[in-house]
């Protein structure tokens, strides 16, 4: 393992894990003939692995741009996303979640603050709520409610800072539609 040796606007460190050896046999081809599904497990479990979590049981839940693997004998979800270039946006999601969860807003919580490289893929490692499924609107508008709420006389003056440079924003891009 080592640390990455690029690390830009004081962001977080990432960590570079060797590869796990290939689990038994199961093979997913995708269309451009990579095995892809395998290479995420992989990558899971080599990350899991690295941060003590016990990955006995990894399988692939859902598919797609990225995979999800549950890693079911640590209550934990890894997000693999195949581009290693992607880390910085990784790092941001991971960031965003843990500030709306010190906010008191229901989110799922990361595991791991930081995005881990492994086989070439970048994972995150989140808590896995097996019943959780997206939130109503009801829900949704409260939790914005409670983001938008100024919650001392400081933040009150910086949020509306952020109001008043809304609108400036909101008349210049009018002024330039109607130019047009």
Do not use: F, I
Request: glycine share 4%; net charge neutral; aromatic share 2%.
């Amino acid at each position: 393992m080592r640390r990455a040796s690029t690390l830009r606007d004081g962001a977080e460190p990432t960590w570079t894990l060797q590869a796990h050896p290939p689990l038994g046999g199961q093979r997913s081809v995708t269309e451009d003939g990579r095995v892809w599904v395998d290479r995420a497990v992989n990558a899971a479990v080599t990350a899991a692995s690295h941060c003590g979590l016990d990955a006995t049981g990894a399988r692939p839940l859902r598919v797609g741009e990225n995979v999800a693997v549950l890693l079911p004998a640590s209550g934990v979800l890894a997000k693999v996303v195949a581009d290693a270039t992607l880390v910085d946006e990784v790092r941001r999601e991971l960031s965003v979640s843990s500030w709306l969860a010190a906010q008191d807003v229901p989110v799922v919580r990361p595991v791991v603050d930081v995005p881990l490289l492994a086989d070439d893929c970048v994972v995150s490692l989140w808590e896995y709520l097996a019943d959780a499924r997206p939130s109503d609107l009801v829900t949704l508008a409260s939790c914005l409610r409670q983001l938008h709420v100024p919650r001392d006389q400081e933040s009150s003056s910086s949020a509306a800072e952020c109001r008043t440079a809304h609108r400036g924003r909101t008349a210049r891009v009018a002024s330039l539609a109607s130019r047009r």
